[in-house]
């Protein structure tokens, strides 16, 4: 018996297996459109619901019944085959059915208005709408008018919401807290969505956020949302406990505000000889695809403090999380619907 | 919903007679302890299971591993309950495949959990066998699932409802049973 | 043919009118303005606890005819202005073709005789074309009727295009409507520039590209000695050089819109096309200071820069929506819930800004209760609340920035020419 006693007393000092349970905070969203809306609580209920999917996707079997019966479309304006991916697989493991729509292959281009076709693909049955946009907004624009949910995979140079979760997730993975980290995010800071997504996010959760970029590159008044900025690269790797390593989508520069390619490895290339001036555990981050010899060094792409592949697991992991979510509060609204309607009669 | 308490059908020495009971019950029917796993279903059904475990090894002087469930994501009734359940996860850190598998869960009622956590289960491996141990059975079945191992049954209607409090959870060792007063 | 106006209160500063009074109305005009009036009549108007005023004269409105019916039409466009209690418009000239000729001005006076509402006044381009290149010929525009130039929609970008208009206009005596915006600083931008346009992912258009504008039309007025009108002002630099400007006696006028003084940059969150015109919502510091400038009188007028787009040329993406929104229907009402109710102005300074000076600016015997002048009259429930939806409109357009809000004060008659034209019971 006092083995049991024993035992019981362990399991006192533990009590978070019913703490955890009682939810302080629902999602109640239809829709995932960006991190600014979100609060800090409906924040760390996506990263840790994407802990219990994390640990799924790492079953012999990665599959769980959970959104059996439901339809994503993974409607795609701009060509990207790393995100598309990550949400197919993610709708996938959750048993869903998925169905890709790009530019190239849809109506798109014959002049059918983004509203029409989110209708239409809505008259299809369809439940969760993942959209990925060239123009700011877009995503916002579709959730009002359609009734399925809508998650946002990037809209323009405004957020990249499950990006930035992703890149919080790893972090938190890596360095097991959010509160008081040090994360520099050096690029293109003006047409970055990520960047945007990734300072929301991170400074509702309390980090301390630096933008680094040259000067044409930073975005007006971007410090009055709570960042540092500079235009520094040493500096900002200087107190870094990550760093954040934006694409150069150089093939993007209408407005000839960006410098020369090599110019710009120079300055601002992430390279093993500026790590050195770095903390010794700085994790290097990138959302990908990377370009090697213009924003990062092969050297320190493959290095021991890159986590880049890691993000791409834990994308899946995330965007099963948000999936999960969105379908579950959108359920439950229907239902809610539902009974007032029954009610009536 | 306004909920009264109606009897109390067990207190802390119930529980520990009646867990008592059942290791001695399973070690019995599987001649021991070897092969044997004990997974609880999360929140209570894994505390049980802990408990059930420990009484094992007092008796048997080995303790069986033991995994918890979440069966959250493998729910039939996504849209129909009222609170969101948060998605925990599951803890087996060890193989199924081959071994004795004892469920453990706190109350068995319409068999839906069970049905998920038996799903869970198979997605892990392929058990040489799952047996069911549960400390209460209330009856009102929906799918056509029965228990190896029952702690107490209960009948209960359906405006009653059955609690089963643990020390670990709840802080106290009970089980009630409360009724629906509207 | 007699309108008895009875026990309305009484607001016309240009007729030093603010008290409970009658209106008697023989053959569409004003023939009395009185206390307690005992006179035979035809029609009788009860207009207790109402507000009495002159019809109002919006300077700044897009009627789209010719070339976009499809947006509006004069006719449809003086309806709208009527249910708003607009009596009398000045009809922007960026058409298609562009009012800039005598002939094109005799095709509109044409379509305006036959189908207008409400009262329409003409304004020209200032260039031909609104190419920015050859001034019109102003004198024969002037004969014909022509009350205004302006190449709204575009500024005149040539310095010296735009002295020589000035220069001409000065000596016609006619006057010139700014839209001063240098468009090498716009750029692509489509939101004022700033953190809300860094927050959205939206290019800005910066305050430059208006007041630096602002600065050089004041600059050339000064010096041609010509009158100028700057439209849509929207931000405080803009507002300070024309103070400046008026306090050297530069012939200058100004005017806002309502969306300017009760909107601001930091409502575009949910990234509403309706709230999409050009120049941009600026800051709530900027909207403040246009609601000092209006009470100080630096602003002289309240204009509605009623500007019609199709559902096709707004619900689509943001950056490829339209600039514009529709305010004939939703001005008295919004600047009476924004300046009367916040008690910034008073009904003799709403009736100045949107009656008596815009009409004094142009230069027509508008928006005034003077004996002898033309019964244009509104009667105004200033305590009655209705919700702006989409459905309420005469407009063919709906692009309205207050879908969905409620405002206070709502036109219940308005007379025009004598005639009751509409009616709001």
Not at chain 1, 183 to 199: C, F, L, P, Q
Not at chain 2, 44 to 70: F, N, S, T
Not at chain 2, 124 to 153: C, M, S, T, W
Not at chain 3, 354 to 373: D, E, H, Q, R, S
Request: aromatic residues 4%; glycine residues 6%; proline residues 3%.
């Amino acid at each position: 018996m006092s083995l049991l006693k024993e035992e019981l007393e362990r399991n006192l000092n533990k009590p978070e297996v019913d703490k955890a349970s009682l939810r302080k905070v629902a999602w109640v969203r239809k829709d995932l459109l960006g991190l600014q809306e979100l609060s800090r609580e409906e924040l760390e209920l996506i990263l840790s619901t994407a802990e219990s999917f994390k640990e799924v996707i790492s079953r012999e079997i990665k599959k769980v019944p959970t959104l059996r019966g439901k339809t994503v479309v993974n409607l795609f304006y701009e060509p990207s085959t790393r995100t598309r991916t990550s949400f197919e697989v993610a709708a996938k493991r959750l048993s869903a059915d998925v169905i890709n729509i790009s530019t190239d292959s849809s109506s798109v281009r014959k002049g059918e208005t983004l509203i029409d076709t989110g209708k239409n693909i809505e008259a299809l049955k369809v439940d969760i709408i993942v959209v990925r946009h060239n123009y700011s907004g877009a995503a916002a624009m579709l959730a009002r008018n359609v009734h399925a949910s809508v998650i946002n995979a990037g809209d323009g140079w405004h957020e990249h919401p499950t990006q930035a979760l992703l890149d919080i997730f790893t972090l938190k993975e890596k360095l097991g807290r959010i509160e008081g980290l040090n994360v520099s995010i050096v690029g293109d800071i003006a047409h970055s969505r990520v960047a945007r997504s990734n300072i929301w996010g991170l400074t509702k959760l309390g980090a301390h956020v630096t933008v680094c970029a040259p000067p044409l590159l930073i975005p007006v008044s971007i410090e009055e949302m709570g960042v540092k900025v500079t235009s520094d690269v040493e500096a900002a790797l200087k107190e870094a406990d990550a760093v954040n390593v934006l694409r150069m989508q150089f093939e993007r520069d209408t407005e000839n505000a960006f410098p020369r390619q090599l110019e710009y490895f120079k300055n601002f290339g992430i390279t093993v000889d500026r790590l050195k001036h770095a903390k010794k555990n700085i994790l290097v981050m990138h959302p990908g695809p990377i370009n090697r010899g213009i924003e990062i060094s092969s050297e320190v792409a493959d290095g021991p403090n890159s986590v880049i592949l890691e993000q791409v697991t834990n994308g899946i992991a995330v965007r099963m999380a948000v999936l999960f979510l969105v379908a579950q509060a959108h359920d439950q609204l229907r239902s809610k619907a539902r009974t007032r309607g029954a009610k009536k009669i | 919903m306004l909920m009264k308490e109606k009897s109390r059908i067990m207190d802390k020495d119930g529980l520990v007679r009646t867990l008592t009971r059942m290791a001695h019950e399973i070690l019995e029917k599987n001649k021991g302890t070897e092969g044997l796993v004990i997974v609880g279903v999360r929140t209570r059904g894994a505390v049980l299971a802990e408990r059930l475990a420990v009484l094992m090894e007092e008796i048997d002087q080995y303790k069986p591993p033991v995994g918890v469930l979440d069966i959250t994501l493998y729910r039939d009734d996504l849209s129909s309950i009222a609170q969101q359940p948060v998605v925990h996860k599951t803890e087996i850190d060890f193989d199924i495949q081959d071994k004795k598998v004892i469920l453990v869960d706190d109350v068995l009622y319409t068999g839906r959990t069970i049905r998920a956590a038996l799903d869970e289960i198979v997605d892990f491996g392929r058990p040489l066998f799952i047996q069911l141990a549960v400390l209460l059975d209330r009856g009102h079945r929906e799918l056509p699932i029965r228990a190896d191992y029952v702690g107490k049954n209960i009948p209960t209607s359906l405006k009653e409802t059955v609690e089963v409090r643990l020390k670990e959870t709840d802080g106290v060792d009970e089980v009630v049973v409360m009724e629906n007063m509207e | 043919m007699k309108i008895l106006i009875k026990n309305g209160f009484v607001v016309d500063p240009s007729s030093g009118f603010n008290d409970v009074m009658d209106i008697l109305i023989e053959n569409s005009l004003i023939s009395r303005v009185e206390k307690n009036i005992q006179d035979a009549f035809d029609t009788l108007i009860d207009a207790t606890d109402k507000i009495v005023m002159p019809g109002l004269v919006d300077m700044h409105v897009h009627l789209r005819e010719p070339g976009r019916e499809d947006k509006e039409t004069v006719s449809s466009g003086t309806k709208a202005a009527l249910r708003g209690g607009v009596t009398s418009v000045l009809a922007m000239p960026n058409t298609t073709p562009a009012i800039d000729s005598v002939e094109q001005v005799k095709l509109l006076k044409k379509i305006v005789q036959k189908t207008a509402h409400a009262n329409v006044f003409l304004s020209s381009a200032i260039t031909k074309g609104r190419m920015g290149q050859e001034v019109v010929d102003i004198v024969a525009l002037k004969n014909e009727g022509v009350v205004a130039l302006t190449d709204d929609g575009d500024s005149v970008d040539s310095t010296e295009v735009m002295r020589e208009a000035l220069m001409k206009a000065r000596d016609a005596n006619m006057l010139i409507i700014c839209h001063s915006e240098d468009r090498s600083l716009v750029k692509n931008g489509v939101i004022n520039l700033g953190l809300i346009s860094t927050q959205l992912g939206l290019r800005g258009i910066p305050k430059e590209s208006e007041y630096k504008r602002v600065e050089r039309d004041l600059q050339l007025a000064s010096a041609t000695g010509a009158a100028i009108h700057i439209a849509h002002v929207s931000c405080c630099e803009s507002i300070a050089l024309i103070a400046e400007a008026k306090a050297k006696g530069t012939r200058v006028t100004a005017e806002t819109a309502p969306h300017y003084f009760t909107l601001c940059d930091e409502d575009l969150m949910g990234y509403d096309t309706n709230l999409k015109m050009n120049p941009p919502l600026r800051t709530c510091k900027d909207r403040e200071a246009l609601r000092v400038a209006l009470r100080d009188g630096i602003l002289d007028a309240i204009a509605s820069d009623h500007a019609p787009h199709t559902e096709n040329e707004k619900e689509i993406e943001f950056d490829r929506a339209e600039f514009g929104v529709i305010g004939l229907e939703t001005e008295l009402a919004v600047s009476i819930t924004e300046l009367i109710e916040t008690r910034l102005l008073d009904w003799s300074a709403l009736v100045q800004k949107m009656a008596n000076n815009p009409a004094k600016i142009l230069g027509i015997l508008k928006g005034t209760l003077k004996v002898g002048a033309d019964a244009d009259i509104i009667i105004v429930d200033s305590k009655r609340e209705w919700t702006v939806t989409k459905e309420c409109f005469a407009s063919m357009s709906n692009n309205s920035s207050f879908l969905g809000r409620t405002l206070k004060g709502k036109v219940v008659c308005t007379i025009y020419g004598g005639k009751v034209v509409f009616k709001n019971t």
